[in-house]
């Protein structure tokens, strides 16, 4: 696949009949789920997972998603999507990039980007980033120039 990054970050789906709305197509709130799947699936492969949230009290929660849906996706296609670190300040925030893709065409169906906060779990009060979330994240960042 020809991603727009390079060393992409890539979960497999195929899509479910379920997944399917009134127009005939995946509905929009599936690829926020998926986005969310894929974010959770690079950081456990990075090394940090929801029990390394809860040990230090913090979590990445999302602060801004911007979605540009450009091709339907329809029940039985098989997608590829892939996510890149693009931003991690190493005190509050983090950004993602993510693309979606049809395997049998190589047509990107979605472009889309999230803007992360780092919080406290107890309290859901902005907190500055434990330095092994920086290492971790920061470790990971992609350059968007390519």
């Known amino acids: 696949m020809n991603w727009e990054l390079p060393t992409p970050f890539v979960i497999d789906i195929t899509v479910d009949e379920a997944t399917i709305?009134?127009?005939g197509h995946v509905n929009n709130a599936e690829y926020l789920r998926w986005i969310e799947q894929v974010?959770?699936?690079?950081?456990?492969?990075?090394?940090l997972d929801i029990d390394d949230y809860r040990q230090h009290d913090r979590a990445m929660a999302v602060h801004r998603h911007e979605l540009d849906y450009l091709a339907p996706a329809y029940a039985g296609d098989?997608?590829?999507?892939?996510?890149?670190?693009?931003?991690?300040?190493?005190?509050?925030?983090l950004t993602r990039r993510f693309q979606l893709k049809r395997s049998n065409d190589d047509c990107t169906l979605l472009r889309a980007r999230t803007r992360f906060a780092c919080i406290?779990?107890?309290?859901g009060r902005a907190r500055r980033l434990p330095a092994a979330y920086v290492a971790v994240y920061g470790g990971a960042l992609i350059d968007e120039a390519g």
Do not use: F, P
Request: charged letters at 20%.
């Open 39 to 47: 974010s959770w699936a690079h950081s456990r492969h990075l090394g």
């Open 78 to 93: 098989n997608l590829r999507l892939a996510t890149w670190i693009v931003g991690c300040d190493g005190r509050l925030t």
């Open 21 to 23: 709305d009134h127009y």
């Open 120 to 123: 406290e779990l107890s309290s």
